[in-house]
Nanobody, 121 residues
C-alpha cells in the first residue's frame, strides 16, 4: 500500500554533516505529520524531529540548533539536514509518516526500513 524509503545515511566524522531524505509512495490520499526517529544500540527508539503538513516543526532538545527538518508536500518527501554531528548521534534513523489512504479512513503510521548514521570521534 504505502512505502517509505530513506536515503542518505552513512559514516561521517564528528562535526560533519549528513542529509537524510525519505520518500513516501503508494496509495496516498494525504499525509499529516512526517518525522524522523532514531534508535541507538541498547536504547529505545526516540523522536528526533517532526513536521506537520502546515510546516510546524518540533525537535528533541539534543538536536536543536543542529538539525533541520523540512518537507515537500507535492513530492511526499521529508528531509533531515544534520550538522555538527556528534558520536552520540550514531543510530539507525527511521522515517515516519501519518498517511490516509482512503476518504473514509483515518491516518495510519507508516515506517521506513531505517538508515544507519555513524559518527566517528
Amino acid at each position: 500500500q504505502v512505502q517509505l524509503v530513506e536515503f542518505g545515511g552513512g559514516l561521517v566524522q564528528a562535526g560533519g554533516s549528513l542529509r537524510l531524505s525519505c520518500v513516501a509512495s503508494g496509495r496516498i490520499l494525504s499525509i499529516n505529520a512526517m518525522g524522523w526517529y532514531r534508535q541507538a544500540p541498547g536504547k529505545q527508539r526516540e523522536l528526533v524531529a517532526v513536521i506537520t503538513s502546515g510546516g510546524t516543526t518540533t525537535y528533541t532538545d539534543s538536536v536543536k540548533g543542529r538539525f533541520t527538518i523540512s518537507r515537500d508536500n507535492a513530492k511526499n518527501t521529508v528531509h533531515l539536514q544534520m550538522n555538527s554531528l556528534r558520536p552520540e548521534d550514531t543510530a539507525v534513523y527511521y522515517c515516519n509518516a501519518g498517511v490516509r489512504t482512503a476518504v473514509l479512513s483515518g491516518f495510519r503510521d507508516y515506517w521506513g526500513q531505517g538508515t544507519q548514521v555513524t559518527v566517528s570521534s
